[in-house]
C-alpha cells in the first residue's frame, strides 16, 4: 500500500468515526467497511490522491471485479490543508470507467485493459460530502473519538513467478513479459548477468542492469501508482514454443 493510499484510507477512517459510524479498512485492500451511524453497513473504496485527479484501475470498469461488493466509492483529496471527500456511488463510477476504457481501446487495436486509468475532478465533485450516502452525519460531532486508528499491515501475499529453465532457440535469454498500461511489454533477460532487454513494445530496445531496474523504468514511464516495481511478481516468463 502506497503512502497516499494509506494516508487517504486514514483520514477516511478517522472522518467516518467523528460522524458517528464505524471503519473497518480490509487487510491488503483498498475497501474500508463502514457502519454508519443509522445501522447500515457497506464496503467503500477509497481512492487517493495528493494532486490534480485520481488514478483507479482499468479494469475496475467490470462491475464486481474485485468480488469486494463495493456499494460507493470515496475520493480523497489530500491537497488541501484538510482532506476533502466526494461520495460516488460505485455503478456511475465503474459505468464511467468502462465507457472511457472502451474509447480507449477502441483507439488503437492491441491495447489491454490493463493499468491505470484517470479519474477527473469533473467526475466526481457532485458527491463533495455526501456523507449521508454512508448513513453518516453532513456535521461532525465533536464528542466522538477521532483518534486515528493504525491500518492493519497484513498484506495478500502473490505467487511467485513460475522459473523457466529453457531457451528461445539460439538466443539463449529467457522471454518474460508483462502487462502495463495497456500494452503488452516482452524482454529477455540473460540468465548469467541479470541484465534485461525490452524487444516488444514501450521502450523497446532498453537495455537495463536487471528486472528490477526495468520495472521501475516502465511504472514510472506508465505513471502506474498502482503496480508494485517487484520484479519477482512484475515479470511472468513468457510460454516457449
Not at 465533485?125 to 456523507?131: A, L
Not at 537495463?208 to 516502465?218: K, V, Y
Request: charged share 25%; proline share 7%.
Amino acid at each position: 500500500m502506497s503512502d497516499t493510499v494509506r494516508r487517504g484510507v486514514t483520514a477516511f477512517v478517522a472522518d467516518v468515526r467523528s460522524r458517528g459510524g464505524h471503519a473497518e479498512p480490509i487487510p491488503g485492500q483498498r475497501d474500508v467497511r463502514v457502519c454508519g451511524a443509522d445501522g447500515s453497513e457497506r464496503v467503500v473504496r477509497v481512492c487517493s490522491t495528493a494532486r490534480d485527479s485520481w488514478l483507479a484501475r482499468r479494469r475496475d470498469g467490470v462491475p464486481g471485479v474485485d468480488g469486494a461488493g463495493v456499494a460507493y466509492w470515496v475520493f480523497v483529496d489530500l491537497t488541501p490543508p484538510r482532506p476533502q471527500f466526494y461520495v460516488v456511488d460505485s455503478e456511475e463510477v465503474e459505468a464511467g470507467i468502462e465507457e472511457e476504457v472502451a474509447l480507449w481501446l477502441a483507439d488503437r487495436p492491441g491495447r489491454t485493459p490493463t493499468g491505470s486509468h484517470p479519474i477527473q475532478r469533473s467526475n466526481v465533485v457532485h458527491g463533495h460530502n455526501r456523507w449521508d450516502l454512508l448513513g453518516l452525519a453532513v456535521v461532525k460531532d465533536p464528542a466522538h473519538d477521532t483518534t486515528v486508528v493504525p491500518l492493519p499491515t497484513t498484506r495478500v501475499k502473490r505467487p511467485a513467478a513460475r522459473k523457466v529453465v529453457e531457451s528461445d532457440g539460439a538466443d539463449s535469454r529467457l522471454s518474460v513479459v508483462t502487462d502495463i498500461g495497456g500494452y503488452r511489454v516482452q524482454g529477455r533477460v540473460d540468465p548469467v548477468v541479470g541484465a534485461l532487454e525490452i524487444t516488444r513494445g514501450p521502450m523497446e530496445g532498453r537495455r537495463f542492469p536487471d528486472a528490477t531496474a526495468a520495472a521501475r523504468a516502465l511504472v514510472t514511464f506508465f505513471d502506474d501508482h498502482e503496480t508494485a516495481p517487484d520484479a519477482q511478481t512484475f515479470w511472468r516468463h513468457e510460454a516457449l514454443g
